[in-house]
């Protein structure tokens, strides 16, 4: 039962231009989205987070959208810069039993094109 | 530099044996958790600890276990029960300030393989 989904499992962006990364979730419990970038063989770093009672967080070059009815939230990179190539990771957050728990997506390579 | 440590980077053990990593963070976080990596898919939960000499199973906590004597501290034992351990192991720590979001950091990981 995947709770959060990223169906990507790719993306390759041109340089320069705008990259979209996608989650789906199941859960309307999660009270908060992220999301975090990873490199091959390092711990994942957080990016952007949004609360559930918003629909649009800025931070920079990264944004995050958040559509409530269609549980879906994406996150948009512009402009894409060679730095940026990673696997992000989708999360959503909910607090279970007094804690609070941290649900993944399976991730979506990203790959920006010189 | 405040941070989470994770050693070793890199763990080979032979079938049958226990094995420990290792997690130590200077961050004065009270919230402290083990996730699993596997190819192609998201980290899961294994297991997690708001309190020192306290803590709960995650979704995947069947072959390991873990102690929580020390704040800064979280091992995770890798025991022979564990039927498929080969995997990326990731340590991460939080605040528990009840307001909001507490964003969880993570350490740079160990990989561990079982030859």
């Known amino acids: 039962d995947q709770q959060v989904k990223q169906n990507s499992p790719s993306l390759s962006v041109q340089e320069g231009r705008i990259s979209i990364l996608n989650c789906d979730y199941t859960n309307s419990m999660f009270d908060y989205f992220l999301w975090y970038k990873k490199y091959p063989a390092e711990g994942p770093t957080f990016l952007i987070s949004i609360s559930s009672i918003k629909d649009k967080n800025e931070d920079g070059r990264f944004t995050v959208f958040l559509n409530k009815s269609a549980k879906h939230l994406s996150l948009h990179i512009v402009p894409s810069q060679p730095g940026d190539s990673a696997v992000y990771f989708c999360?959503?957050?909910?607090?279970?039993?007094?804690?609070?728990?941290?649900?993944f997506g399976q991730g979506t390579r990203l790959t920006i094109n010189p | 530099d405040g941070g989470i440590t994770q050693s070793p980077k890199y763990l080979f053990r032979k079938e049958g044996q226990n094995v420990t990593l290792s997690c130590e963070q200077n961050?004065?976080?009270?919230?402290m958790y083990w996730y699993r990596q596997d190819p192609g898919q998201g980290l899961r939960l294994i297991y997690y600890?708001?309190?020192?000499?306290?803590?709960q199973k995650g979704d995947i906590a069947e072959g390991y276990s873990v102690s929580r004597e020390k704040k800064e501290s979280f091992p995770l034992t890798v025991t022979s029960a564990q039927k498929n351990p080969t995997a990326f192991y990731l340590c991460?720590?939080?605040?528990?300030?009840?307001?909001?979001?507490?964003?969880?950091?993570f350490g740079p990981g160990t990989r561990l393989t079982v030859l």
């Open positions: 991460a720590s939080s605040r528990l300030a009840g307001l909001g979001l507490d964003e969880q950091f």
């Open positions: 600890s708001q309190i020192v000499n306290d803590f």
């Open positions: 999360a959503a957050s909910a607090i279970i039993q007094g804690a609070q728990k941290l649900v």
């Open positions: 961050l004065n976080h009270d919230a």
